[in-house]
């Protein structure tokens, strides 16, 4: 049924609209957006939000659905399928209520993802991330190794139905005797992944964390570097000449940055990590705003909106460009920015609505009045 809704303000994925917007919905998809204040023929149903800002929903494109953020990932080769479940349905409630309505899911176990993609906001999924026998993340049962066995991984990914494919460019700290610094797959292995992932209309995201694994994933044309730290032993150091390519090539860095604030001085490194990815803003990267969900105490489901806040105070976005990196730039990212990330017709209905301005002041997005999902209030 038609129906519309009514606001205050709105943040279109790109830039603030004056004048009471009022947005009308069919079949789940906004069908017309009147900026000019008209009042609408009598028989349309329309809810008015008042004194709020409405926004397209938030795209998280990086979290972990199976993860417990309280609980110790490697142990997650242990759990039951039905707890897996529960925990995943559980962590995508939590993020539609924070106004999330798509998740990208980078690494599940058994590609149990695929199975919770009615649990509330649209769910993409990657399966078992792609790494190296004993390599970061093999608890979730994605090893392969060389040529042959990254191509067999990736086409059994495309034929499970994934929306993305995600691939181990490096180690990570959440795997015990795994070094972020540490190169796992050569650029030749990574291009034969994004071969056969392209060839199925498919995006690749790369977790790289050391600067050689970043390089390799930006030679071989991967869509997304997520994390992209340049981490190394004595801290962040960026290879600059790679940070150009990335730029030229047009490939997004996911930071990965999100987290709920936790009450302590952020680490040397973090602030590290930011002052470079506001570095790599003015150069023309294009960052995209996620969590990382799942992997810690402070990546809970709902963290996305402290990390816009963080774009717009510390990586130098402004409020626009902050909310950009986390609605239109994210869908953008995914693959799915024809439908995704904006407020404009023939898009999906996947509508947020905050109290006050988040246009002065980011803050308002964590007062969350109305989430809605496919045009239904949630
Ligand atoms: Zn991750």
Redesign the pocket.
């Known amino acids: 049924m038609k129906h519309a809704i009514r606001a205050e303000r709105m943040f279109d994925g790109e830039r603030e609209c004056g004048g009471a917007p009022l947005v009308v919905i069919a079949d789940g998809k906004i069908v017309d957006v009147d900026l000019s204040g008209a009042r609408p023929s009598a028989d349309l149903p329309v809810t008015d939000l008042g004194d709020v800002t409405l926004l397209p929903g938030l795209v998280d494109s990086?979290v972990?659905l199976g993860f417990d953020p309280a609980g110790v990932a490697v142990d997650l080769q242990h759990d039951a399928e039905d707890v897996m479940l529960e925990r995943m349905r559980a962590n995508a409630v939590e993020a539609l209520r924070a106004g999330i309505t798509t998740v990208r899911d980078?690494?599940d176990r058994s590609y149990l993802t695929l199975r919770v993609r009615d649990a509330g906001p649209e769910v993409l999924v990657a399966g078992p991330p792609v790494t190296t026998t004993g390599g970061h993340c093999w608890f979730l049962g994605g090893e392969a190794d060389g040529l042959d066995g990254v191509r067999a991984a990736v086409t059994e990914r495309v034929e499970r139905g994934v929306d993305v494919v995600k691939i181990m460019a490096t180690g990570g700290s959440v795997t015990p005797g795994s070094s972020p610094f540490h190169q796992q797959y050569t650029t030749e292995e990574l291009r034969a992944g994004v071969e056969i992932a392209h060839a199925a209309g498919i995006p690749v995201a790369v977790?790289a964390h050391g600067a050689s694994g970043i390089a390799a994933a930006v030679e071989a044309g991967v869509d997304s570097i997520?994390h992209g730290f340049f981490l190394a032993p004595g801290g962040p150091v960026v290879d600059w000449a790679t940070v150009e390519t990335l730029v030229r090539k047009e490939i997004y860095v996911s930071t990965?940055t999100a987290r709920r604030p936790s009450g302590e001085p952020m680490a040397p490194v973090s602030v590290k990590v930011r002052e470079n990815f506001a570095r790599m803003r003015e150069l023309g990267v294009r960052l995209v705003c996620s969590s990382?969900a799942g992997?810690g105490p402070f990546k809970r489901f709902d963290s996305l909106p402290h990390g816009i806040v963080e774009f717009g105070e510390l990586l130098g976005f402004g409020t626009a460009g902050a909310l950009a990196s986390a609605t239109s730039v994210a869908a953008n990212a995914c693959g799915i920015g024809k439908r995704k990330g904006r407020i404009a017709p023939g898009y999906d209905a996947d509508l947020l609505a905050v109290a006050g301005n988040p246009l002065t002041d980011l803050k308002a997005l964590l007062d969350v009045r109305a989430v809605f999902r496919g045009g239904e209030r949630v």
């Open positions: 990086h972990h980078l690494g977790h997520e990965t990382d992997v």
